[in-house]
């Protein structure tokens, strides 16, 4: 393993609702057009150099704890150090812009995770950020996410993560389930 790059086209995220004032009902959380991660050297001569971009919808966490649907795009630029053959830790500082029909504001979030790959032909994954001026909120967003991707079969992908979110004192938590397809 000489790093980490990820390139996703087309990611789509539905949620269905479990409160019994939204039982059933379906939100499109996210569809990113483009999405891409390198942790791998830029050049030969600038090593460990990492970079990220995306571009798409996602439906964001505000100050008051609601979630709006935004247009958004990031550019991420950062460092990887591989401390072993299959461990990997990281620090990113990502800028974005965001916006609504109503209003616009940009944001920054610096990151920091660890990926580590099994012997079971899986990849555990933490990363530990915080937003400054989401939605041009006050409140910074403390993020933390907890992933395993399980590879081995042919072109399926297992993917299991928890998300924990907070604003102020209040937390919001998720763990999604999610099978993919490798074309």
């Known amino acids: 393993m000489i790093g980490e790059t990820e390139l996703i086209l087309a990611d789509i995220e539905f949620r ?4 019994q004032d939204n ?8 569809a990113m057009l483009y999405q891409m991660v390198s942790r ?29 649907l ?13 401390v072993m053959q299959g461990l990997g830790v990281y620090s990113d500082i990502i800028v974005g812009a965001g ?18 790959y099994t012997k079971l032909n899986s990849k ?16 910074p967003i403390d993020a933390a996410s907890f992933s395993l991707h399980q590879y081995g079969f042919k072109d399926i992908t297992l993917d299991f ?3 924990i979110q907070k604003v102020d004192n209040e937390y919001e938590s998720s763990a999604s389930f999610m099978l993919g397809y490798r074309f």
Not at 16 to 19: D, N, R, S, T, W
Not at 47 to 60: H, P, Y
Not at 124 to 139: C, E, F, I, P, W
């Open 124 to 139: 555990l994954a933490v990363n530990l950020s915080r937003t400054y001026n989401q939605y041009g909120s006050d409140n």
């Open 99 to 116: 916006a609504n029909k109503s209003e616009a504001f940009v944001y920054a979030k610096p990151v920091i995770g660890l990926y580590a």
């Open 23 to 30: 039982l059933g009902d379906i939100y499109v959380d996210k």
């Open 161 to 163: 993560e928890v998300n």
């Open 70 to 82: 935004i247009v958004q795009s990031e550019f991420g630029l950062g460092f990887t150090r591989e």
């Open 40 to 68: 791998v050297p830029v050049t030969q001569n600038v090593s460990n150099w990492s970079s990220s971009f995306n571009i798409g919808i996602n439906r964001v966490l505000t100050g008051e704890r609601k979630r709006k």
């Open 16 to 19: 269905v609702g479990l409160a």
